[in-house]
């Protein structure tokens, strides 16, 4: 476990509203990432963050912005929610073994996401 | 940028048969490759990697892969699967730097007792 809590779980919400999702971690760890995950399509990346006020862009960046001010928290922010934007959303860290980095991400439990 | 397949969606099994579950992935740089598993209404979670080495990897519950350079294909197999195995099974890649995962459309695999 990697002390990895996404809020909300769950949310619906209407077509033009803000909506943001929070990522928070308990071990300091340095990057995270923000993923939808869609049938067919597996998962793709949104943004990731590599460090405090430091973000990318990733396979499916519009329409959506993040922030991350401080190591334990990674917000995902949809400015105008559209009905393509329902989906699960995931966000992952990546951790480092023994001072190295061995490449693995672990997964928060998902915040589905419903856009009416 | 990377890419992975996995042309099979669904996989359906019969409990102790044996499994294999297709991964390529297209990539102009050497890559680092994982397969994750995602059980009903949760996150996903690391089941093996290749980083280097032996280009067969072992998972601690009897799954397997294999790294194949030449055909870029990163298959999963089991030689005998169980009721429990049933899950999604994502195949993913990493450019050596980690710093993006790309990740196929994933497998289905549903065991049938």
């Known amino acids: 476990d990697a002390g990895i809590t996404q809020s909300p779980r769950h949310k619906v919400t209407e077509t033009g509203t803000p909506v943001t999702l929070r990522c928070h971690q308990t071990?300091?760890?340095?990057?995270m990432y923000w993923y939808r995950q869609d049938p067919g399509h597996g998962l793709r990346l949104i943004h990731y963050?590599?460090?405090?006020?430091?973000?990318d862009k990733g396979e499916v960046s519009d329409g959506y912005s993040v922030s991350r001010s401080k190591t334990e928290d990674f917000l995902l922010t949809l400015e105008s929610a559209t009905s393509s934007q329902t989906s699960v959303y995931f966000c992952?860290?990546?951790?480092?073994?023994?001072?190295?980095?061995?490449?693995?991400?672990?997964f928060g439990e998902g915040s589905r996401l419903t856009v009416l | 940028a990377q890419s992975v397949t996995q042309l099979d969606s669904q996989v359906p099994v019969f409990e102790e048969a044996p499994v294999e579950l297709r991964c390529n992935y297209s990539?102009?740089?050497?890559?680092?490759l994982f397969w994750y598993v995602q059980y009903p209404n949760q996150g996903l979670q690391l089941l093996l990697k290749?980083?280097?080495?032996?280009?067969l990897v072992e998972s601690i519950n009897g799954f397997e892969a294999e790294f194949n350079k030449s055909q870029t294909s990163f298959h999963l197999r089991k030689p005998s699967v169980h009721i429990s195995d049933t899950a999604e099974y994502f195949c993913?890649?990493?450019?050596?730097?980690?710093?993006?995962?790309?990740f196929g459309s994933g497998t289905k695999l549903n065991v049938k007792p």
């Open positions: 990539s102009s740089v050497s890559v680092y």
């Open positions: 071990e300091n760890h340095r990057y």
């Open positions: 290749y980083l280097s080495g032996s280009t």
């Open positions: 992952a860290i990546r951790v480092l073994a023994g001072g190295l980095n061995t490449g693995e991400l672990f």
């Open positions: 993913a890649v990493s450019e050596r730097n980690f710093n993006k995962f790309y």
């Open positions: 963050s590599y460090g405090v006020k430091d973000t």
